[in-house]
Structure formats: structure tokens, C-alpha cells
């Protein structure tokens, strides 16, 4: 990797390489806090009362404040999350296998995927509510529903676009289909799918938390919907805050396990 | 003749179309005879057939018409006893360059079962091969760390570790240079002459077919089949330098006329 960036480096470049990395490690962060103080002034400057739009210090004061039901609620968010999204891998995996498995299937299911996908899933919500109650399960069904779909979609893109040659040079030796799928069709579609985890995660949250703001008691969706009927806007503003935390660890999480496990599909700066 | 009396791959007025009753026919009225041990080139204007031809003999494709028989056996479908390499080389990325070459013998009944018995065994074998083809030691490299060249010859050697009896090329040196081209055409030639391995060789380049066939075969204009037969004379085995004979050159002279002429008839 660094090998790859020396030789890219003019030579006329004064600054050490090392003091230019650290600038862009460091510079998500610097980014994070000028938006921060970018708004704490916007608020100052036009004399926002904190009902409407709270400055980030009010916001930083609540988590503070609200610190015990603000744990709680995220950690069950997280909970139910992660529980969703667990599911929709599972079955995402299954069901892109299947649907990637022949021309027909992949002709037969697709438009009724498409169809599925194009539901909004909140107009599921009190479907699962019906059928199950309020609560912890709508959500998880909820975060499973929405963040299912580019699961299944990326690993049967990837099994559709096996090359023919591949194929051919396989099957002229008496490969079954089986076979095939196993030694090239499933590790062929594996970046694909590793690489669709980051977009089903972040899907993930915003299936749960719709469904614990309109259908629970719990979570921090539930949190932010009674914060707001008692205009304790600076909560809801923690809340949102909390979610974006989650959201990107868990984002960064799936991340780091795509490079884990994918790395020949990253070859340039594997090379050595 | 010796081919004549025990063909190993034997085409019968074969007819092949693609995409149903209405489709391209590809090939029609094909009729070809490779002998065990030969080494056949097949060359023809763009577009003729002649990858189909291959997937034909190799089974991946099952003809409309007439009739395919390899070893003495109607194909209907696959024959495990080819080896295949295309133009592409086809590694597989997430695997070393050895594990691409041991992925026939984990497909091929004969050999799936012993594999893992006797692994250290074909290792020895998949390298052996490594070091004929001047790969030595890059087994553990990943094919996209090889040159393009350097794979075709990883690829070459995954068409041979299963030891097949018919070796089934589809322009495998196209995008080489000049160089390494004629570099493994003595490659090939070796592993001809060491192995005895019936070969057939699609090739755009006359020079390459004239320098490795026994026979050349040079197909018409889609839909394909066999305009004319030329045995090659020349002795084996054959240095480079016979190409700057007299007779090599009238020979591709020969083929470049017949094939110019076979796309002007289209
Ligand atoms: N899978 C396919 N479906 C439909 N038509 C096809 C298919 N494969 C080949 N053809 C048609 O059959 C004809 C012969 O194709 P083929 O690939 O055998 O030609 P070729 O001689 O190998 O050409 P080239 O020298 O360019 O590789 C072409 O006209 C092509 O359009
Ligand atoms: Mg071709």
C-alpha cells in the first residue's frame, strides 16, 4: 500500500508522507466538529429558541442529561437492528443463491422483487403490528424487510454474471452445476455481497426505528416520538445523534469485514 | 495415413445453429477428422465457426445436425478426456495460481475423489508443469499478479494437469507479443512431442498455425465448414527459424489467399 503511494508522489512534493496521511485519518473528524460549530453559530446568529433547532451544546447537554434512557433505548435499537439485519443476511444469502441459480428463476423472480422493493415498508408496519403486536418484533421484521433486497439483489448479480468462458472451460470437464456455483459462482459473488452488507445496515436502521417510532414502547424511534409530543426538541436532536453513531460504526463495521474477507477483489493495493 | 485409420475426433456433416430454428446458423455441412497424436490447426475469416467448432468437439455445444464422435463415442455431452484454453485466461482471482491449476482435478470424477489423498502428489505434478511453461516458484503468486502472458501460460497448465488426451485451443496466444508468442509456441510444441497429446489449435495466425500443425484447416465464411486441407511437410522437430524458409512462407501465402478469398464469397 504505501509502496503503491510512494511511487505516485511527485518527487517535488515537500510535505512527509506521514504528515499527509495523518491529515486525511484526521480529517473526517475536523470535518464532524466544523459542521458542529458551523451550526452552534448558525443558531447563535439567528437566535434559534432551542424548540425549533437546538445548538449542539443543548444537544451534547440532554445526552448528558437523558445519559440512562437515551443507553437504554440505543442499545435496544442496536438490538433490534442488528437482529433485522442478522435475518435479512441469512435470508438474503439464501434467496440471492436460489434466485442466482438459473436464467429462470433469475427471469421469473426479478420483477417480483422489484415489485416487493417498490412497497414503502412503513406501510408494512401496522400489518406486523396486527399479526404480531406492538414491539420489539415489527421492528426487527421491519429492519429484516427493507435490508434484505440489495442482499439478495448483489449475490444473484453476481452468480448471473459468471463469465461463459469460466463456465465452458468447467463444464467441458464434466462439472454439474453444483459444482460450478460452489468453485466460482458463490466466491465470485462474495464481494458483491459483502460490499451490499454496508448499504443493509444503514437500510437496517431506518426499518426499525420507522417501526418503533409509529408501533413500540421501546427504542430509541419510541424515544424521539414522546420527546417530541412533549416539545423536548433538544432530546430528539440526541436521538438523531445516537442513531448516526450507531449507524456509522455498524457501517464501518461491515466495511472492515468486506476488506477482511474480499481482499483478491481489492487486487491494486494488494499487490507487493 | 495413421489419423485416417483411428481418428480420435471425427465431425460428421454437421449442422449447428444458435438461438432456435431461426437463429445464425454457424456451421453447416462440417466434416473434420483429427488423428490420435495429431496436431490440427483450424483457421477461417472472423465469425466462421470456429469456436463453435470447438465447443462441438468438446460437447458444451450438442449440433442440430450430423453427428460429433469423440474416442469413439457419440458426444451428447461433455467429454472429460479435453483440456480447454481460451484466448481469455480465466484464473480465477481469489485462488493462487497453483490452486487454478489443481481446479480441474477437483471437477473430473477420475481424480476428484483422490485428490485430497494424494495432494502432495498432483503438487508435485501442478509444479512440474509450472516449470515447463518457465513458471517455476510464481504457484503461490495470484493470477492478476502475473502478466498477461505469464497467465496464459498458468492457464496452459491448467489445461494439461488432468493429462488429457485431446488439448482444445481457441487462439490462446492472440493477445501476446510477438516474443512470448513464440516462446510458448515452443512450449507447446514440446509438450506435443513429450506427451504425445492430440492438439487442435484455432488461430488467427497463419505463421503460428503452419510453424505447430501436421494439418491445417481452413474453414469458409459463416455458415463454416472445410474449404480445403493442407498437410504441413515440414520435419519434426521444428526450429523458429523454419519460418525464414522458402516453403514456410509460400505455405502462408497459400492460406492468406484462400482466406481472403473465403471473405469475399460471404
Ligand atoms: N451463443 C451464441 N448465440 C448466438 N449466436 C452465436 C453464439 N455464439 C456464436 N454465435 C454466432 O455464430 C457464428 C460463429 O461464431 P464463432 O464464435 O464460432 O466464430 P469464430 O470463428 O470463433 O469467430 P472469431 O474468429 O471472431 O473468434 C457467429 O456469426 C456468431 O454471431
Ligand atoms: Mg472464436
Given at each position: 500500500m504505501s509502496a503503491v503511494t510512494d511511487n505516485t508522489t511527485p518527487v517535488t512534493q515537500a510535505r512527509p508522507l506521514s504528515a499527509r496521511m495523518s491529515w486525511v485519518t484526521l480529517a473526517p473528524w475536523l470535518y464532524t466538529l466544523g459542521l458542529f460549530v458551523l451550526w452552534e453559530l448558525l443558531v447563535i446568529a439567528l437566535e434559534m429558541p432551542p424548540t425549533i433547532l437546538p445548538a449542539p451544546s443543548r444537544v451534547f447537554q440532554a445526552i448528558l442529561q437523558y445519559w440512562s434512557p437515551i443507553w437504554k433505548n440505543s442499545l435496544q435499537t442496536l438490538y433490534t437492528t442488528t437482529l433485522g439485519f442478522a435475518i435479512a443476511v441469512v435470508a438474503g444469502l439464501g434467496i440471492g443463491l436460489f434466485i442466482g441459480w438459473s436464467k429462470t428463476i433469475y427471469a421469473g423472480l426479478y420483477p417480483l422483487m422489484i415489485g416487493f422493493n417498490a412497497i414503502p415498508k412503513v406501510a408494512l408496519v401496522p400489518i406486523l403490528v396486527i399479526w404480531f403486536g406492538i414491539g420489539t418484533i415489527p421492528a426487527v421484521l421491519t429492519a429484516f424487510l427493507i435490508s434484505f433486497f440489495p442482499i439478495v439483489v448483489n449475490v444473484a448479480t453476481g452468480l448471473a454474471t459468471i463469465e461463459p468462458e469460466t463456465e465452458d472451460v468447467l463444464r467441458a470437464l464434466g462439472a454439474k452445476k453444483m459444482d460450478i456455483m460452489l468453485k466460482v459462482g458463490i466466491p465470485r459473488s462474495m464481494p458483491y455481497f459483502f460490499g451490499s452488507l454496508k448499504i443493509a445496515i444503514t437500510l437496517a436502521f431506518v426499518g426499525s426505528v420507522v417501526s418503533e417510532t409509529v408501533a413500540s414502547n421501546y427504542g430509541l424511534g419510541n424515544m424521539m416520538s414522546s420527546a417530541q409530543s412533549q416539545f423536548n426538541v433538544p432530546l430528539v436532536f440526541a436521538g438523531l445523534l445516537m442513531l448516526a453513531v450507531e449507524g456509522i460504526a455498524m457501517y464501518a463495521f461491515m466495511a472492515w469485514i468486506e476488506r477482511r474477507m474480499t481482499g483478491w477483489a481489492h487486487r491494486s493495493t494488494m499487490a507487493q | 495415413m495413421a489419423h485416417l485409420v483411428s481418428p480420435l475426433v471425427s465431425i460428421e456433416?454437421?449442422?449447428?445453429?444458435?438461438?432456435?430454428?431461426?437463429?445464425?446458423?454457424?456451421?453447416?455441412?462440417?466434416?473434420?477428422?483429427?488423428?490420435?497424436?495429431?496436431?490440427?490447426?483450424?483457421?477461417?475469416?472472423?465469425?466462421?465457426?470456429?469456436?463453435?467448432?470447438?465447443?462441438?468437439?468438446?460437447?458444451l455445444h450438442i449440433p442440430q445436425g450430423g453427428g460429433v464422435i469423440v474416442a469413439g463415442k457419440q458426444v451428447t455431452e461433455p467429454v472429460s478426456i479435453v483440456g480447454m484454453a481460451f484466448q481469455n485466461p480465466t484464473m480465477l482471482p481469489w485462488r493462487t495460481t497453483l490452486d487454478n491449476i489443481l481446479l480441474p482435478l477437483e471437477i473430473v470424477e477420475r481424480h476428484r475423489h483422490r485428490l485430497r489423498r494424494h495432494k502432495a502428489e498432483y503438487v508435485e505434478k501442478a509444479e512440474h508443469l509450472l516449470e515447463t511453461v518457465g513458471l517455476k516458484g510464481f504457484g503461490s503468486k495470484f493470477p492478476w499478479q502475473l502478466s498477461g502472458g505469464m497467465q496464459q501460460r498458468a492457464n496452459l497448465c491448467r489445461a494439461l494437469i488432468h493429462e488429457p488426451e485431446l488439448l482444445m485451443l481457441d487462439e490462446p496466444f492472440g493477445a501476446l507479443d510477438a516474443f512470448t508468442r513464440e516462446e510458448l509456441w515452443c512450449v507447446i510444441r514440446d509438450l506435443h512431442a513429450a506427451q504425445g497429446v492430440t492438439i487442435v489449435l484455432v488461430t488467427h495466425d497463419l505463421r503460428e498455425a503452419t510453424f505447430l500443425a501436421d494439418r491445417i484447416f481452413v474453414m469458409s465464411a459463416r455458415p463454416g465448414r472445410i474449404l480445403k486441407e493442407h498437410v504441413v511437410p515440414f520435419a519434426r522437430p521444428r526450429d523458429l527459424e523454419v519460418m525464414y524458409e522458402k516453403g514456410f512462407n509460400d505455405m502462408v501465402h497459400e492460406l492468406h489467399g484462400e482466406i481472403a478469398k473465403a471473405r469475399v464469397a460471404a
Open positions: - | 456433416n454437421v449442422d449447428m445453429r444458435y438461438g432456435g430454428p431461426n437463429g445464425t446458423l454457424a456451421v453447416s455441412g462440417l466434416n473434420m477428422k483429427v488423428g490420435k497424436g495429431e496436431f490440427a490447426a483450424v483457421v477461417g475469416p472472423s465469425g466462421c465457426g470456429k469456436s463453435t467448432l470447438m465447443k462441438l468437439v468438446t460437447g
